[in-house]
């Protein structure tokens, strides 16, 4: 017998099929605009069918509809204050009724105040947290009990470049990001035996329409955009990989990471 014929024919390995989600369900909240909307057509176009959330009815319809006939797949738009406990409740029953078991789930609702400490008020401070640290909290829990029945899942939340440094006259922001960092670290260790994923993504400057109203201001161009070693904003297409590699399986074997987007501003 020849060296040839005991040479075996190497395993086939998955590959880029790994990525694909088609039939999954995705709910992503925030996801009228900016980076929610990015990710969500990122999502769909690998497959999934996605329930959009956030407080804008009518903005939502028409997102959903531009899903459904750019890509193919289902899409649903659901108006609701994630920060409500009452509110998240009653999405999860829509969802639930309307859409089917999500296997994915990204908290994406976000709000920044910003400012000196001393220029701020209390209820300024709390507001952000409602948003960016209690709503993602409210939202997991609602639909936990169903990824673990499923025993799968995939839970991505939306931390920021500003969860893992600091930066002056941020201080609500920080410490919401900081708080999310956190947040998804104790969550991939308390689901891991269901077989279900938490990690966020920690994006840097992306030009959305939370950071347009800034965008020109002299301190933003040098201690945000000018921190990057690209030197620039990212553009919205930009967080597609990221997401549809923590939704799919491509991350079986990843779990609580923070996945930084951030062109480079973290590497100094």
Same mark, same amino acid.
Request: hydrophobic share 40%; proline share 3%.
């Given at each position: ?24 369900? $995705? ?18 176009? $690998? ?42 409740? +009653? ?43 209690? $709503?993602?909290?409210?939202? #997991? ?29 941020? #201080?609500?922001?920080? +410490? ?9 670290? $104790? ?9 279900? #994923? ?28 000018? +921190? #990057? ?13 990221? +997401? ?25």
């Amino acid at each position: 017998m020849s060296q040839h014929e005991h040479q075996k024919t190497p395993e086939r390995l998955p590959g880029i099929d790994l990525f694909r989600i088609d039939g999954q369900l $995705a709910v992503v909240t925030g996801a009228s605009r900016g980076l929610g909307w990015a990710m969500a057509c990122g999502l769909a176009s $690998a497959g999934a069918n996605v329930l959009l959330v956030s407080r804008n009815q009518s903005e939502l319809d028409q997102r959903a509809e531009e899903i459904s006939e750019v890509y193919g797949t289902k899409a649903w738009g659901y108006a609701a204050d994630v920060s409500s406990e009452k509110a998240v409740s +009653a999405l999860r029953d829509y969802c639930l009724a309307t859409a089917g078991v999500p296997s994915i789930l990204i908290n994406n609702a976000g709000i920044n105040i910003r400012g000196p400490i001393d220029e701020l008020n209390f209820e300024q401070f709390k507001q952000v947290l409602s948003t960016n640290v209690e $709503a993602p909290w409210l939202v #997991t829990r609602a639909f936990i009990e169903t990824m673990k029945q499923k025993r799968y899942g995939r839970i991505i939340h939306i931390a920021s470049t500003l969860g893992l440094v600091g930066l002056a006259n941020r #201080t609500p922001y920080t +410490a919401s990001k900081g708080a999310v960092v956190q947040l998804t670290r $104790a969550m991939a260790l308390e689901f891991a035996p269901w077989n279900i #994923t938490c990690n966020a993504i920690c994006p840097g400057p992306f030009l959305t329409e939370m950071n347009q109203g800034v965008a020109n201001q002299t301190d933003v161009k040098t201690n945000i955009v000018g +921190a #990057t070693v690209m030197g620039r904003w990212g553009e919205l297409s930009e967080i597609q990989g990221a +997401a549809i590699y923590l939704a799919s399986s491509a991350s079986s074997f990843t779990t609580g990471s923070m996945l930084v987007v951030d062109g480079g501003w973290t590497a100094r």
